[in-house]
C-alpha cells in the first residue's frame, strides 16, 4: 500500500516503508500530534519521536518488541504527554535538545546538540538545533543511502509555512533563518518533511514559498 502520510487521531497507523527504515506515523488527540515509531529492518531496533499523547496507543503501536529509545522534539507540553508512561513501560532511552530539556518534565537522558547522531540499530539520524519556535528545538535528517532523505522537524517546519513564533519578529527571523541555512539550503527538493501536526510535504513543495513567508512575517 502507498504511504500518503495521512492519519486521524483513532485511525491505523500509515507506514512509510524504505529500503532500511520503517516509519510508522500515528496521529494522537486531543491536538491532532503526529507520532512517529521508526524501525531499523536489519536489527529491529525502534526509536519513537514524541511520545505526545495517548499511551496505549503508542504503546500498541510500539508493540512486544519495545522501543531503544525516545526523541522529543521540542518542550511544548503537546508533545510528551505519554513520555514518562512510555518510558515507565519500556525503559527507553530518553533524547531531546539540551536547551530544551529543562523544560520537559521526564529526565532527558541524552541532551542533543546541533549536529549530534543518534542510532537506531544501524540508521543514523542528524540532529539539527533550529531556535525560534523554542530555544532548543531539534529536527531529525536521515540521509537514505538509498533515495531521498527524510526530516522529521517537529514543530518547526509545516506545509505552508515555519511553526508558531507567537508574533515575535526576532523569533520568526531566527527560526526561518535556521530552517532556511540548516534544511533548505543543504537538504534537497525531493527530501520528505514529517511534521510534529497534519500532513507530511516535501522541501520542494514548500522552497517557492520562502519568500511569502519572509514577506508575511511567520
Known sequence: MTYSGVVRVGGPADVHELTDLMISKVAVGPMDNNSYLLRCRATGEQLLIDAANEAPTLLRLVGDDSIASVVTTHRHGDHWQALAEV?????????????????????????????????????????????????????????????????FTGDCLFPGGVGNTRDDPAAFVRLIGDVETKLFAVLPDETWVYPGHGKDTTLGAERPHLPEWHARGW
Request: net charge negative.
Open 87 to 151: 518510558v515507565a513501560a519500556t525503559g527507553a532511552r530518553t533524547y531531546a535538545g539540551a536547551r530544551d530539556a529543562e523544560g520537559i518534565p521526564v529526565p532527558t537522558d541524552v541532551p542533543v546538540e546541533d549536529g549530534d547522531v543518534i542510532r537506531v540499530g544501524r540508521v543514523e539520524l542528524t540532529a539539527r538545533h533550529l531556535v525560534g519556535h523554542t530555544p532548543g528545538s531539534i529536527a531529525l535528517v536521515y540521509d537514505d543511502p538509498h533515495g531521498p532523505p527524510h526530516l
